[in-house]
C-alpha cells in the first residue's frame, strides 16, 4: 500500500507511467499535503493543455483528492486516489470527475471512450514499474 500510494503522490513522477502527461510541477516543491497546487502540462485532444489543481484532502497511504482551482481553464475536475490492501496486494481506486457546460457537455460522451482507454494504459504502466521495481 505504502509504495503504491507514494507511487501515486509523486505527481513530478507521472510523466513516467501517464503518456499524456508532460510535466508536472507542484507548488510548494515538496512533499504533498493538504493545499499543494499541481500544475500540469498535458496532451489532451491533440493540442497541449496546462491544468491547474490543489490537494484537498490527503490520507497517507489512504486517499488523496484534488480540484481543479479557480484559474484552471474548462473543464473544471476532481481526481479521487484510495489505496487499500487485498489478498493479491494493493487496490487502487482512480475516479475522474469533469464538469463543463455548453460544448464541452457535447462532446462528454464522446471522451469517455479515449479517457477509459487512457486510465487502463496509465495505471497497467504502473503497476508494470511496481511491480518490476523500475524507480518512477
Known amino acids: 500500500v ?12 507521472e510523466p513516467r507511467w501517464q503518456a499524456a502527461v508532460l510535466e508536472t510541477k507542484l507548488d510548494p516543491e515538496g512533499p504533498v499535503h493538504i493545499g499543494t497546487k499541481t500544475i500540469q502540462k498535458r496532451k489532451f485532444g491533440g493540442r497541449t493543455i496546462t491544468t491547474l489543481g490543489e490537494i484537498v484532502e490527503y490520507e497517507p497511504d489512504r486517499k488523496m483528492v484534488s480540484h481543479s482551482t479557480a484559474d484552471n481553464p474548462p473543464p ?29 457537455n457535447l462532446i462528454a460522451p464522446l471522451m469517455k471512450g479515449s479517457l477509459t482507454k487512457d486510465v487502463t494504459t496509465r495505471f497497467a504502466t504502473l503497476k508494470t514499474m511496481l511491480e518490476t521495481q523500475h524507480s518512477i
Open 76 to 104: 473544471a475536475f476532481t481526481t479521487v486516489y484510495e489505496v487499500e490492501p487485498v489478498e493479491q496486494g494493493t487496490r487502487v481506486t482512480y475516479t475522474l470527475e469533469l464538469r463543463g457546460t455548453g460544448l464541452f
Open 2 to 13: 505504502e509504495t503504491v500510494f507514494h507511487a501515486l503522490a509523486d505527481f513530478e513522477a
